[in-house]
């Protein structure tokens, strides 16, 4: 079983390759389809580890690296090639921009936990979804431009995004509003020209995915400030009654 679950991790890299292809061949609807499936993928693989308890069963074999290196191909590099292809960004230089901004996520050590809890920290790489909705929205190319900026940015400031499948905050909401965005994307991917009003309805769960980040981060920042704002203020009083 455990093997089995390594092997379910790998078929996302396959689907990335596959899509990679789709692009190239001028598919890009194919493309988007198979990256949904490496997404769903990628969502469920990690709760069948921990369920099958893969790492005591094969300890010699790192499938959170290859986790990650499956990853930077469906949610980098494939949307990336979509932005070119597609000519959606006509000056490949923007293009930098989610390359550079990934490599320091996913470079740094402590991406995905936080104060001992499972978080993501700095943007999370969604560059499939950005490109998905930049795809079916057709927006003017300096509204892309812009999208590309803002999350490049919060690609290196360290704050908390949600990490469903291991620290379901809200887990009503977070899991299943996730679901249910999840079954919307599948039925638009499926018209092949979707209706932009459900389009534009869709975008509540990456509002919500967004918006929940950022008063989670804030709620931790506030009470470690509170926190050590409380031990100086302890610290004092015990140096004053020494005196």
Known sequence: MAWFVHAYTAFGGVLGMLALIAIVDGRTPLALSLL?????????DGMLARRCRVQEVIPDFDGAKMDDLIDFLTYVWAPVLILHVEGL??????LILPVIG?????????????DGEAFFVGFPSYWNIVVLYVYW???????????????????FVPM???????????????????????AVIALMLAQGEPNQTLVTLSLIYPAYYMGASFYIDISYRLKHNA??????HESDSSSIEAL
């Open 137 to 155: 929205m057709q927006p003017a190319e300096s509204v892309i431009q812009a999208l590309l900026v803002f999350f490049f940015v919060l690609s």
């Open 36 to 44: 949904a499936i490496a997404i769903v993928i990628d969502m469920t």
């Open 102 to 114: 990934s490599l320091y996520a996913y470079g740094r050590p402590g991406m995905k936990e936080v």
């Open 89 to 94: 960004i006509s000056n490949p230089a923007w």
């Open 227 to 232: 926190e050590r704002g409380a031990d100086h």
């Open 160 to 182: 908390r995004y949600l990490y469903p499948s291991k620290n379901p905050k809200y887990p009503l909401a977070t899991l299943g509003l996730g679901a249910v965005w999840v």
